[in-house]
């Protein structure tokens, strides 16, 4: 009989393109899956009903897939750090394996169940990123802390080709089934009995086969026209994946090739369309090595001299940003669309970013825990990546980014579109109104919408004047 080999699952939801699964089926036909609903993680006061609940839905989809192949996903409501040494005993697993992570409290765990293993075979793999960090380094043996030169470099580096889903292969005998049982194997629960109750539609559905079906739908049109599209958060004109690689429902080298059939196949017009969304994959993994490279990144600014920024940090007008309540359109209809779908377009995640840490003058750390409380595809990598271009505090603060919310409507939600949808006490409102944000008082209290909480060229002017005090004496 083949040895039994554990692969333990925590962000590749998914049989196929699974590097580390792919290998431990290798390894022996005698394979079972493993994912531990971790209370160190769940207990955190950042979670996000929708993702949890997107990533239940995965893990019913895995399940199944398990048994599809003859074998099965045992889900324990418990510590890896408790519950795998335990397994390994129990059924004398002598290999381990499972995909790297490039968040500091993963990394940790990772070390910490490696060393608690000691004497089984543990074989781990880079699966959620097209090359690992060692990979992708500059000519000086250096981390790159600028997209650019890391994206002229990544693109050169030639790219895996997706894997198969694995052959079939045995589960569990009978008596080793209530072994695990005995151990606190659980049935999955609901997002509802982990105590995050999501009832709105999933803005994706979760699994493998929803993630592969948009990524086809995606590949074929959306791509197409993705250059311009991707701007207008009136528009589906993204390919509402990034739940799907939060939580690995999808390979990224089943991504990637996708990107290189569509290249093969549409005209030369469609290519710089498909370019512009291979650097958005790049985007993605920048943040990822930063993170990894940098793992201070999590807990506060790149730039050491914004560490002591003289924020405002106003409580009520936290408050109103994050019920969406500004007064300024197109900031409360962002935050609308977060608070109902736990999703915000790219263009509105930067404006609404802008407005929180250059015009209200708040810490950008008090929007990241809060999108992070929101999304659906809440990742430690990109969230941080995305607050600290906008806070201006991160590894590429130039230029200084300061939106104008109003400009930023018109150039991208010419018609008003994104915010009559989000904001139906406006709806009847003229464009250019919209827009400007001139609503006379008298609409604005029939309607209980408010006042604009700040002004955007005085808090600009402050937000300049304090920024001055801090900036680094090279920058000046
Ligand atoms: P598409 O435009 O179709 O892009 C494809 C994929 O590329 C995305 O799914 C995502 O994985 C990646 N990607 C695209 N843009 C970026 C980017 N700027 N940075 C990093 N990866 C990118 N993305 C997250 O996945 N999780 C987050 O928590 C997150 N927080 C953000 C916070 C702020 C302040 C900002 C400005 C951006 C943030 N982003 C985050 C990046 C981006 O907004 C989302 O990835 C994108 O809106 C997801 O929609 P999509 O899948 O339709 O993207
Ligand atoms: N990974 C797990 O192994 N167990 C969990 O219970 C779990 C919950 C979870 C909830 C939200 C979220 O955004 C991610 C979650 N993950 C979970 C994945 C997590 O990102 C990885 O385990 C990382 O390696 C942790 O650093």
Redesign the pocket.
Known sequence: MADLVLFWHRRDLRISDNVGLNAARNLSSKLIGLFCLDPQILDRDDMAPARVSYMLGCLQELQASYQQLGSELLIFYQSPLVIIPKLVEALEIKTVCWNLDVEPYGRERDRSITEALQGVNIQTYWDQILHAPSEIYSGSGTPYTVYTPFWKNWITKPKAAPLPKPQPCQGLTPQEREVVTKLGAIDLPTAEDLGFPWQGELFLSPGETAALGKLQE?TRQGILT?GDD?NYPALAG?????PA??FGAIGLRTLWQATLDALAINSTEAAPNIHT?QQ??A??EF?HHALYNFPSLEQGAYRQQFQNFPWENNEAHFQAWCEGRTGYPIIDAAMRQLNTTG????RC??IV?SFLTKDLIINWQW?EKY??QK?I???LA??N???Q??ASSGMDPKPLRIFNPYTQGKNYDPEAAYIRCWLPELKSLPTKDLLSGNILPLVRSTRNYPQPIVDHHTQQQEFKRRYALIKAPQES
């Open positions: 995606f993705y991707r993204t390919s509402c994946l990034s690689l939060k969304w958005e994959i985007w993605r943040y999703w915000m377009h790219n995640r930067m970013a929007g999108f992070m999304l595809d809440g990742d990109a969230n990546g995305g607050w271009w906008s």
